[in-house]
């Protein structure tokens, strides 16, 4: 797949740029409404990790490709769907309320490891907890069984330079000795490289555009 092989490439370049190993960053390939095949081509082409936006999808596709793929969520999660996604998803990405928390908890049989969706942009329209209410939550999450609070997840305001962003969330995650940040797509994933993303989540740059 060469959309998969471009941004391989321009991952690898961001790293050395951030004077960061290239392995230090986790390419997701965010497959939302794509087709099977298209997610069986670019399995071909080694790529193993995926992120789905729907409960339903996710547990349909994870279904019909089995163990080869690793599986991430990373849309926004209703407490009744966790039931779907819980156990079928290696990490969950936007964790932003105790109550979803709660019930992944309740869900799970092993161990399930989620990140906080924070919404640095203060968007009244996004999902995720707002920054100054991070400490907390995470704090909570941490006294809850079979859940692990492993990082944070952003996405920032589409207009603007991202960066800021990127580099405020990287500072919360220092504070509160989280290592793993999710952050970056098609449009910026370069720039939250340089500012620290272990996990860029890619899907037009890599599959080209929706269904």
Request: aromatic share 4%; with cysteine; net charge positive.
């Amino acid at each position: 797949m060469e959309g998969l092989s471009r941004v391989r490439e321009r991952i690898a370049t961001a790293c050395a740029r951030a004077g960061r190993p290239a392995d230090s960053v986790r390419l997701i390939a965010v497959s939302k409404t794509q087709p099977l095949e298209k997610l069986r081509a670019a399995v071909q082409a080694g790529q193993r990790l995926f992120g789905e936006n729907y409960a339903q999808e996710l547990r349909e596709k994870a279904d019909a490709l089995g163990p080869l793929v690793t599986w991430h969520f990373i849309g926004a999660l209703q407490s009744n769907k966790a039931r779907l996604v819980v156990g079928r998803a290696a990490l969950i990405h936007t964790c932003d309320r105790i109550s979803l928390a709660r019930e992944i908890s309740k869900r799970a049989l092993a161990e399930q490891p989620v990140l906080v969706e924070v919404n640095v942009g203060r968007e009244p329209q996004k999902a995720g907890a707002l920054p100054e209410d991070v400490p907390a939550l995470v704090d909570q999450l941490r006294a809850l069984a079979r859940l692990r609070c492993d990082g944070l997840m952003c996405i920032p305001p589409a207009a603007g330079d991202p960066r800021p962003h990127f580099a405020a969330l990287r500072e919360l995650a220092a504070r509160l000795g989280l290592s793993e940040l999710s952050m970056g797509m098609s449009a910026d994933f370069e720039t939250a490289i340089e500012e620290g993303a272990t996990l860029v989540r890619v899907g037009t740059a890599i599959f080209g555009e929706r269904p």
